[in-house]
């Protein structure tokens, strides 16, 4: 099988994160961006559709396998908001500064207490645009929203969200600590012992 593997992102942030997690399998990971491919439009439901809707989009348009990953924080005062929306959670898509200031803000005045959240992370891996079984795995990580920013490294909500084993910011981690810890790291663990089990690499 051919080992290159398209990674339905063009988030540099995210695009970083994977390059690191995935060198340890030797898997030759291309994100979408070398190949042209735009973003697919996210109309699903779920992380779990939104997922397939990307890996979907990359395989129809490089012919090659690909994984995509959708991701986003919930937290619990906000009924599990803003979830599949959280890229998008200020309005305009990737503003991670406009998306962490509107969370502390409706967040404002919240107890320690209730400001638990957590971050998840589907993957979902297709042979082919027509794959009827895609591999899907989910990863979360566990912690609570600060008050304010913390730390200057990840992206995202990293700089709010408190991981309280570490007892600082998931920003403030450094990214060997944070790739061993996190919910996308979860996800693919989870997604290598699917590939190991169905020869997917073989």
């Known amino acids: 099988m051919n080992k290159t593997i398209v990674l339905?992102?063009?988030?540099?942030?995210?695009?970083?994160?994977?390059?690191?997690?995935?060198?340890?399998?030797?898997?030759?990971?291309?994100?979408?961006?070398?190949f042209n491919v735009e973003e697919a439009d996210e109309t699903g439901l779920s992380f779990i559709?939104?997922?397939?809707?990307k890996a979907r989009n990359a395989c129809a348009r490089t012919n090659l396998p690909a994984i995509a990953d959708?991701?986003?924080?919930?937290?619990?005062?906000?009924?599990?908001?803003?979830?599949?929306?959280?890229?998008?959670?200020?309005?305009?898509?990737g503003d991670n500064d406009a998306n962490?200031?509107?969370?502390?803000?409706?967040?404002?005045?919240?107890?320690?207490?209730?400001?638990?959240?957590?971050?998840?992370?589907?993957?979902?891996?297709?042979?082919?645009?027509?794959?009827?079984?895609p591999i899907v795995v989910q990863g979360s990580w566990e912690g609570r929203i600060l008050e304010?920013?913390?730390?200057?490294?990840?992206?995202?909500?990293?700089?709010?969200?408190?991981?309280?084993?570490?007892?600082c910011s998931s920003a403030s981690l450094p990214k060997e600590v944070k790739n061993s810890l996190s919910h996308r790291a979860k996800a693919l663990?989870?997604?290598?012992?699917?590939?190991?089990e169905k020869s997917v690499l073989a």
């Open 8 to 34: 339905a992102s063009n988030n540099s942030g995210k695009i970083k994160e994977f390059n690191s997690l995935f060198s340890q399998y030797g898997i030759d990971v291309k994100p979408q961006g070398e």
């Open 148 to 167: 304010s920013n913390e730390g200057v490294e990840g992206f995202g909500y990293d700089p709010i969200f408190f991981v309280p084993e570490q007892g």
């Open 49 to 53: 559709e939104n997922a397939i809707l």
């Open 70 to 93: 959708d991701s986003g924080i919930e937290v619990d005062y906000l009924n599990g908001a803003p979830g599949i929306y959280s890229a998008r959670f200020a309005g305009e898509h």
């Open 100 to 133: 962490n200031a509107l969370l502390l803000e409706k967040l404002d005045g919240v107890p320690t207490e209730q400001r638990t959240a957590r971050f998840h992370c589907v993957l979902a891996y297709m042979r082919h645009k027509d794959d009827p079984t």
């Open 189 to 196: 663990k989870l997604l290598m012992a699917a590939f190991k």
